[in-house]
């Protein structure tokens, strides 16, 4: 089954990392992700901007609004996301584990199975 | 990174709403910061064990607030309050005050903090200063090296500065909107200070160069919490696109780079894209202010792939727009760049000369004006400006950039002579 892992962590400290610690920390996330790459089960993978760059839109009483930032002003942001095709549930909770263990953030990894997925052809 | 390393990284990213907060609540920065540290000690000691909590901020400002209380009492000789471990289990208390101390709160905290710093009656480098001990929570030390002053000097100098801001008074009670918007628009140029006091800097190693980061850090903060600004937008928009050039601004022998002659690759496209994000975002609000027609000028060079692909009729009109809502000699000599391209180095220098008066002991000004002298062929009065452009030279790059512009017009002479 096709499952989105999102990625929440506390943003002021993420994009407080230094720069050879990011890279640092990337390098180990893309390891924990290379062996699902080379089975072909990686989906799309991204990392989001800040929440300075969101705007939200949301349904107004005549026309939709639209407002700066976040949908939602949480402690932890959305920050990233994976695509995965995972047989089981327990191999996306081991995953999940996995990119907790090389992530010095407190990030916290949501898992959500998909109803619908259209990988699309817009970033290939 | 270990744990303690990012336990480190979460205080000092929780140090400007915790100390924000608590200076509103012990209405003193001595006691504020105290408790602050008093809290930062306390976490250091128990999130390796516990865990580290869920709001790191929240936990800060109620430990930092019963520590500081506690502090308080002592010293009135009162009863003290229990002891730390009584009031270390803080899971119900923190999700509490989390829920009552909600951006709303956080807002005018964290601007007051920054505020105090920007105090009238301290220059510049003062103001820098102070905002990057109280705010980021730099070490005298560090402040000291980027400074290249001793550190006694520093802590003298960041004292001073905190008594004259004490003197001053801190303002408690709630802004009203004008005056936020006042205390947003000084807050923001003192953060665009820190930018170049760290821009400036053509060695990457040199302790200052880091202030650039720390106040694009400041600048996504504050848009945080106030993110319907479009100047704020624009500022860390204009910060961005300056700090995506890092790379490509000097030579590896530390020499300027100018912009047409940088390696267009070595520019870093996440930052460009993340401004130009915010720009798009700031235009929809249309309220045009200084930062985001900066923001949008160096938005338009991000832009072309090759200096040559320029659009220099649009920054034209981006100058002109700048030059209505804020008029400076500075702009009008950035806008002469502009015409040198659109119309050649005649119309340019006409329009160059007559701000002698105010920018004559300005380094870009006679840079510039050389510039333009020696496109038109007249090697003697461009290099009597170069020469004053030399010695009014903040640093050995500029310098050493206007020697090769010599160097460079002397070959030039030299060359049919050589035929």
């Not at chain 1, 720069?19 to 989906?43: H, N």
């Not at chain 2, 901020?57 to 520590?67: K, M, Q, Y």
């Not at chain 2, 235009?283 to 202010?289: A, Y």
């Amino acid at each position: 089954m096709l499952y989105a892992i999102l990625c929440y962590a506390h943003e002021e400290t993420v994009f407080a990392w230094t720069k050879e610690e990011e890279a640092a920390v990337m390098e180990k996330l893309y390891a924990v992700q290379e062996p699902l790459a080379k089975a072909g089960k990686l989906g799309p993978v991204g990392r989001l901007m800040p929440t300075t760059a969101a705007t939200t839109v949301r349904k107004g009483k005549d026309e939709a609004l639209v407002i700066d930032g976040p949908f939602a002003e949480t402690k932890e942001a959305l920050l990233g996301f994976y695509v995965i095709d995972f047989d089981t549930l327990e191999e996306a909770v081991a995953f999940s584990k996995q990119l907790s263990s090389v992530n010095p953030g407190s990030t916290s990894y949501e898992i959500r199975p998909f109803y619908v997925f259209r990988p699309g052809d817009a970033a290939s | 990174m270990t744990d303690i390393a990012w336990i480190d990284l979460a205080l000092a990213s929780a140090r400007p709403k915790a100390l924000g907060a608590l200076l509103r609540y012990f209405r003193d920065l001595d006691t504020a910061e105290e408790a602050f540290q008093e809290a930062c000690l306390r976490a250091i000691r128990t999130w390796p064990e516990k865990g580290p909590p869920r709001d790191p901020t929240a936990w800060l400002i109620f430990v930092g607030r019963n520590s500081g209380i506690d502090a308080v009492r002592k010293r009135s000789k009162l009863q003290a309050l229990p002891d730390e471990d009584t009031i270390s289990d803080t899971e119900d208390a923190e999700s509490d005050i989390a829920e009552r101390l909600d951006d709303s709160n956080y807002r005018d905290d964290i601007l007051r903090l920054l505020f105090i710093c920007c105090h009238p009656d301290l220059p510049a480098t003062q103001q820098i200063a102070l905002a990057l001990r109280i705010v980021s929570g730099l070490s005298v030390p560090q402040i000291a090296r980027a400074f290249l002053v001793s550190e006694s000097a520093m802590e003298q100098r960041i004292t001073r500065a905190k008594a004259r801001v004490a003197k001053a008074g801190v303002p408690f009670e709630t802004p009203s909107p004008q005056e936020r918007a006042e205390r947003l628009s000084i807050v923001s140029t003192m953060i665009y200070l820190i930018f170049n006091e760290g821009y400036s800097q053509a060695d990457p190693k040199r302790e200052a160069a880091a202030f650039s980061d720390e106040a694009i850090r400041l600048a996504r903060l504050i848009l945080r919490i106030f993110p319907s600004e479009p100047e704020l937008m624009g500022l860390l928009a204009l910060m961005l696109l300056q700090i995506s050039r890092r790379q490509a601004r000097f030579s590896p022998e530390g020499e300027i780079v100018l912009l047409e002659d940088q390696d267009r690759s070595l520019w870093n496209q996440p930052f460009i894209n993340e401004a130009l994000a915010l720009l798009d975002k700031a235009l929809r609000h249309r309220r045009p202010g200084p930062f985001q027609l900066q923001a949008a000028i160096a938005a338009i060079h991000s832009r072309a792939k090759r200096a040559e692909d320029t659009d220099w009729v649009e920054i034209d009109l981006l100058y002109r727009a700048l030059e209505r809502i804020q008029p400076s000699p500075v702009v009008t000599l950035n806008r002469a760049v502009v015409i040198s391209k659109l119309q050649g180095p005649q119309d340019a220098l006409d329009l160059v000369d007559p701000l002698g008066e105010k920018l004559d002991g300005y380094f870009y000004y006679h840079g510039l004006r050389g510039n333009l002298l020696k496109q038109l062929g007249r090697n003697g009065q461009a290099r009597e400006a170069f020469d004053r452009a030399i010695a009014l030279a903040q640093s050995a790059a500029e310098a050493a950039h206007i020697r090769h512009q010599i160097d460079k017009m002397q070959e030039d002479a030299a060359r049919p002579i050589a035929k």
